[in-house]
């Protein structure tokens, strides 16, 4: 008999939470074009009251066939005008679900965009976006034959919540799990809440203040965070910092110079102490360099995975984490919106992700094709396709374009696998080469593995002011170099542009596509952007890397760092 200690039944009671979900979402693999029959149509019965209900007939929908007959494709400006006023109480406009938050957006390209998020949208989050990945992780361990190890971790994640006066709450969907744990957040996290929950306008330096009290810690089991990349930058700060932080652990302090609100450094500081010999523990192993071996299973032994969205744009950070973490088992978390979580992995390690048969009604229209009004539904997809994807939400939003595309990788009984391919305002096309974020993604890696060094971080520019257009590449090396090491980079990555896409040395050929260029930016762009970001009200859990300069605001942010002679 395996002998359970009590800092594990916490761990053991969320683990059991996820395995019932996942097992629900078994059988409901095996009926899942009913189940997606039956939501539809419990949506339209529920919701033909609305004012949206009435304004489209929802009545007289009896049948998937009426529905899309119907019920017009929509985008998020047919709902901003009722989302304002349910934001102020309003009810009875797009549903007639009970919901108490709303969902925000990023707020990266624009004002964030805010979604209802019903009880029910918002459950499915809590277990698919919490307690499914510990019991993804407890079948892991399972299977290797032991038990899994009491959870304590470091949590990138900052939780802001805004109140409004009709008394509902508005947050970023990945906080809401965090939200409905708060009380028990010290109990799995390193970070005092003080660090997790915190108000969108505060301002601290958030990599030192989380790593400063996750490495005073020797238990540390597991990392999670909402996006890998914000993952990988803060333990690029570590290598560049160390030093100050195991000198700061040493004395017991918060280092004079990092920003922190007075009033949060007075409460933080009175839970530190000094702790000379974790100190000598970290220097020892940071001193022998981040290349021999990787350096998190070495100053926290206990590490056992981690879990983190890490498809589509960020997929490219989850090798250069390798690089500070080994090859540890990692759940990435699924295919989410700030309008839905629509599809989750089974099992760590996995790209593909399982769709959600009870959280919305899923419709497709194939890539190569421009036709709207035959969309497909969950039984007709192919596996190796690639589809924009239409959803219709359990919160006001019918046949709503999201799009994303995704492509099928294979099915779970009725369900498909999907993984994320990119978005379909997200590619660039100078000459008819059409590249995706994906593709560039491929080359940069390429690069990456050519030149046997790290970037912290790429955009790309289709600059069509040229004549001919050409691409630019910014990125963001680990390492300084002169300038004039950009040719020979912008060499390179024409070469594997070539390569990757069949239309483009032709275009190159026959002058109709410039010679691309690279140019190098300044050491710690990407972090200022994303503080840009965060000054401005955007929360930071949802930014996702700025992959396509695709507005002039960032054009002009990126263009102004690039390094000089």
Not at 25 to 40: C, I, P, T
Not at 79 to 100: H, S
Not at 382 to 395: A, D, F, P
């Amino acid at each position: 008999m395996v002998k359970i200690s009590p800092k594990q039944i916490p761990t053991l009671f969320s683990a059991s939470l996820g395995l019932a979900e996942l097992g629900k979402l078994k059988l409901y693999s095996k009926r899942a074009y009913k189940m997606q029959e039956k939501l539809l149509l419990s949506l339209m019965k529920k919701n033909k009251s609305t004012v949206y209900g009435k304004e489209n007939n929802f009545k007289d929908v009896h049948s998937v066939e009426d529905y899309q007959k119907i019920v017009p494709l929509t985008y998020y400006e047919d709902y901003a005008d009722y989302v304002q006023r349910m934001m102020k109480g309003e009810k009875g406009l797009i549903t007639n679900a009970y919901y108490r938050r709303f969902a925000a957006s990023s707020g990266s390209t624009g004002k964030a965009k805010i979604i209802p998020l019903s009880a029910k949208s918002e459950w499915v989050c809590q277990c698919f976006g919490f307690s499914a990945p510990v019991g993804s992780a407890f079948n892991y361990f399972r299977k290797q034959g032991r038990l899994m190890p009491p959870q304590k971790g470091l949590n990138t994640a900052e939780i802001g919540c805004e109140k409004l006066e009709s008394g509902k709450t508005v947050s970023c969907i990945s906080s809401v799990p965090l939200l409905n744990l708060k009380p028990l957040v010290p109990i799995f996290a390193s970070s005092p809440k003080e660090l997790q929950f915190v108000d969108d306008d505060t301002k601290m330096d958030s990599h030192y203040l989380k790593l400063r009290f996750a490495l005073m810690k020797k238990d540390i089991s597991y990392l999670t965070t909402i996006f890998i990349t914000t993952l990988e930058s803060m333990f690029f700060y570590m290598e560049e910092n160390w030093e100050m932080l195991c000198n700061d652990i040493e004395k017991g302090i918060i280092n004079p110079d990092i920003e922190c609100p007075p009033e949060m450094r007075a409460k933080l500081e009175k839970r530190l102490k000094p702790d000379s010999k974790r100190a000598e523990e970290l220097r020892k192993e940071f001193r022998k360099g981040f290349d021999c071996s990787p350096i998190v299973p070495r100053i926290w032994p206990n590490i056992s995975w981690m879990f983190g969205m890490g498809t589509g744009a960020v997929a490219i950070y989850q090798k250069k984490l390798q690089r500070y973490l080994g090859n540890i088992p990692t759940h990435y978390l699924g295919y989410a919106a700030s309008e839905a979580l629509m599809a989750v992995p089974l099992e760590l390690d996995s790209f593909e992700y399982v769709m959600l048969p009870h959280n919305g009604f899923y419709e497709f229209r194939p890539v190569d094709s421009d036709d709207y009004d035959n969309l497909l539904t969950i039984k007709d997809l192919e596996v190796g396709k690639e589809y924009e994807v239409i959803l219709t939400n359990t919160s006001g939003f019918y046949r709503y374009r999201i799009e994303d595309v995704i492509r099928v990788t294979g099915f779970y009984n009725e369900l498909p696998k999907i993984t994320f391919c990119y978005r379909l305002n997200q590619v660039a096309n100078i000459s008819g080469e059409k590249m995706t974020q994906m593709a560039f993604d491929y080359i940069v890696n390429g690069m990456s593995e050519k030149l046997n060094e790290l970037f912290v971080g790429y955009s790309i520019y289709a600059d069509h002011n040229t004549s001919p257009g050409h691409y630019v590449l910014l990125i963001e090396t680990a390492k300084q170099h002169e300038k004039s090491l950009e040719k020979e980079y912008a060499k390179l990555f024409e070469d594997l542009l070539c390569e990757n896409n069949p239309s483009a040395k032709p275009a190159f050929q026959n002058g109709s596509l410039g010679h691309c260029e690279v140019k190098f930016l300044r050491h710690g762009t990407y972090d200022d952007y994303r503080q840009m970001l965060k000054d401005r009200g955007a929360n930071l859990n949802q930014v996702k890397p700025v992959k396509l300069i695709d507005n002039e605001e960032r054009k002009n942010f990126f263009f102004s760092h690039i390094i000089e002679e």
